[in-house]
């Protein structure tokens, strides 16, 4: 599949702002990997769109994620259920959660839980706060168990 973002590299990129785009054509958003990002501010975009079976529209692969904040977005795959995404916040294992906020965004469609931490362990260093969740994973859990989360909203269509 296509990435319209892509961060990668041997240094940590610092500062980096993602604000008010528009991505409709279905493929992944934003993939961090090499060492990391640190004061990520990802807010006001619009993703729409079919990603089969994708694990994460924004994708944090490897490195260290220090102060992100993902907040304001609207995510969305069809509402009839097909090509929609497993998930549209992936962190795999090998990345290195150190303050990771997702706060006050819409997430709806997806097959899993709309925001996926491989590793447990970085559930306690991300904040879920204020989101709404419609239809993701058939009414099932939004998000991984032990993020500190309060205010969402979670309803099953």
């Known amino acids: 599949g296509t990435t319209a973002i892509?961060?990668?590299?041997?240094y940590e990129i610092r500062g980096l702002i993602i604000s008010d785009n528009i991505l409709d054509v279905g493929s992944?958003?934003?993939?961090v990997k090499g060492a990391g990002?640190?004061?990520?501010?990802?807010?006001g975009n619009t993703w729409y769109?079919?990603?089969?079976?994708?694990?994460?529209?924004?994708?944090?692969e490897s490195g260290a994620i220090r102060s992100a904040t993902i907040s304001g977005n609207t995510f969305s795959g069809f509402e009839?259920?097909?090509?929609?995404?497993?998930?549209?916040?992936?962190?795999?294992?090998?990345?290195n959660v150190r303050g990771l906020a997702i706060t006050g965004n819409g997430f709806s469609y997806c097959d899993n839980r709309a925001i996926s931490l491989d590793d447990p362990g970085?559930?306690?260093r991300t904040t879920v706060?204020?989101?709404?969740?419609?239809?993701?994973n058939g009414g099932?859990?939004?998000?991984?168990?032990?993020?500190?989360?309060?205010?969402?909203?979670?309803?099953?269509?």
């Open 6 to 10: 892509e961060v990668d590299g041997q």
């Open 28 to 31: 992944i958003f934003l993939t």
């Open 37 to 43: 990002v640190q004061g990520l501010t990802f807010t």
């Open 49 to 60: 769109g079919r990603r089969n079976g994708e694990r994460g529209v924004i994708k944090f």
């Open 80 to 95: 009839d259920g097909t090509s929609t995404p497993t998930n549209f916040i992936r962190v795999a294992s090998a990345a």
């Open 122 to 124: 970085d559930a306690t």
């Open 129 to 136: 706060v204020g989101n709404t969740f419609i239809a993701v």
């Open 140 to 157: 099932g859990a939004a998000f991984t168990d032990g993020c500190e989360n309060a205010a969402n909203i979670i309803t099953t269509s």
